[in-house]
């Protein structure tokens, strides 16, 4: 994507499409509070910042009333490239909740504890998509999160990558029970810095194989419903994967939700 250099003054990146919509983002919503619930907590005065919002203020919100709900002093900024998105977030600001224009440079007044991206990075080069999660962790809190991540419109499908100021360090894959036939049906979700290295010979591959031959063999499970053969499934992919089985990332809860979390290691393709 061309025009994503800095220029004097200007925000860093590019206005792209601003489709979005209500609970678009509640799977990963619900993984934020879940996961670093205890981390917005723990800070003094926690500042998320929400990337690229688009045509509307509203997952801006829903992130903000989900936070607030296990994070009572969070702040929740919304930043977009596209004035006239800011314009029509404005008149929804409150206390704790503001939006402004900016971009990758986070015109924020001090570091962010968690900044979330959703449905962004996917419309930039894949090349460009590596630099700004450096750039991104880069001006992150001490101890802060980048959650960069894509999903479906209606967000029955999503994959998002957990960084930490060092690098990536978790990718979850979260899906509605009825929103695939096989888990390789996430693929469509994958983050631009893993979706064109959905090919043999890469990890992301193998992995997604793999979870797509558990899913087979734990068929006779969906006697019991679609949850119960996720389940077995993350059981048996447990063996060859390194699955974190517990609190917070891992174990029963998670799963249950559709969701499956993997140590970005596993499938690091560089
Ligand atoms: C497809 S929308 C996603 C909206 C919302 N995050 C969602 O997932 O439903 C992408 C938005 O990101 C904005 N955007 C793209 N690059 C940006 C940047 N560098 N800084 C801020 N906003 C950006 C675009 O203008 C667009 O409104």
Redesign the pocket.
Known sequence: MSGSGRAAGR???????????HN??RRGDRWIAAVHGRLLRSAGRPLVVD?????SHT?TLELFTRLRRVAPGVEVVG????PA?VALAEPYEREGLSFRL???ELPVPRPPTLVRA???LR?YDEDEAWHYWDVLRAGLAPGGVLVEGT?SENGRRAVWVGLSPCGPETVTFSARFEAFERPSDLADRLPKTLIHRNVPGERIHAFLSDFDRAWAVSAPYGAHGRRQRWLAAIGLLSESWPVPARPPLGGAARWRLGELTLPWSAVDPR
């Not at 925000?11 to 919509?21: E, F, L, S, W």
Request: aromatic content about 10%; hydrophobic content about 35%.
């Open positions: 925000p860093v990146g590019a206005v792209t499409r601003g489709t979005t919509g678009r983002l990337l690229g919002y688009g045509a997952t930043i977009e490239i596209d998105r900016g971009g990758f959703f449905n962004v419309q999903s």
